[in-house]
């Protein structure tokens, strides 16, 4: 006996299902063999329930894209409730919100270099171009990726000695989960950037920036609810500070700062 492939329902003959209308399809019986695949989903109770599509749909990437702005409306209304009950299988939606917060420092970079030179006026119509991309927003880009990287990696090591069996992808889960806020605040300082309101700029820049340390702290807090021991938590996120600091003094020593205080002295030449 035929079953439905859209809503289950047993065919009894024909070629359109008589409840929904859907096609059916010569010599298929049961479950339809499409494979489906299953995507966590929010669900009210701030538990996460498992939600099938259908990957051979052509609107794949823009129902991928809908899920993760899904997501990041989950997390901004309920980000504590969200993370504790957040596991393994939203690893690549925290990967993408670490990957979005460390784009918004260059990207502002690289929009306010830009801005500046053309409000000087310094070269006229090429100020554009003489911010070079590389340099100021794809090489910053991969510095700070490879920066937040790190970090989650020191987490990680610092949890272990907390006596937890706490794996990588759950660290790099819940950092990215807490990040989402303060990557949604620096895209607040761009855009304050761009309609030249630098008060606001300057403002939602700092937030942002001292969210990263913001995040670390909840993670730690979310994943040592249940600490019985070892490594406190509270000294596991003053020492990634310590280590954040150390990354930054490693990284000021880098070519990226070089290359950073040799363009900053062109330009001094040129005004």
């Known amino acids: 006996m035929n079953t439905c492939s859209n809503c289950g329902i047993t065919l009894e003959g024909g070629k359109f299902c008589g409840k929904c209308g859907t096609p059916v399809a010569e010599g298929v019986t049961g479950i339809s063999e499409i494979t489906q695949e299953a995507k966590p989903v929010l669900a009210n109770d701030g538990g996460y329930v498992q939600v099938t599509h259908d990957p051979a749909k052509p609107n794949a990437v823009k129902e991928a894209t809908s899920h993760y702005f899904n997501f990041i409306k989950d997390i901004w209304t309920q980000p504590t409730k969200a993370a504790r009950s957040a596991d393994e299988s939203l690893l690549m939606n925290g990967v993408i919100s670490v990957i979005l ?32 991309l590389g340099k100021m927003f794809l090489q910053p880009f991969l510095y700070f990726t490879l920066f937040l990287a790190i970090v989650s990696v020191i987490m990680f090591g610092l949890i272990k000695l907390s006596n937890s069996n706490i794996t990588y992808k759950k660290v790099l889960t819940l950092f990215g989960i807490y990040l989402i806020a303060p990557a949604i ?20 820049l700092i937030l942002g920036f001292l969210g990263l340390f913001a995040s670390i702290a909840f993670s730690f807090q979310t994943l040592n609810r249940d600490y019985t021991g070892g490594l406190d938590p509270q000294y596991s996120t003053f020492l990634t500070y310590i280590g954040i600091g150390i990354v930054i003094w490693l990284f000021a020593e880098s070519q990226f700062i070089s290359n950073l205080r040799q363009f900053y002295e062109e330009m001094n030449y040129l005004m």
């Open 185 to 204: 605040i620096l895209v607040l300082s761009l855009l304050s950037l761009l309609v030249n309101i630098y008060s606001l700029f300057t403002i939602f």
């Open 101 to 132: 917060y460390a784009l918004m420092f260059p990207l502002i970079l690289y929009v306010g270099m830009r801005s500046v030179l053309g409000t000087i006026g310094v070269l006229g119509e090429f100020a554009g171009a003489a911010v070079p």
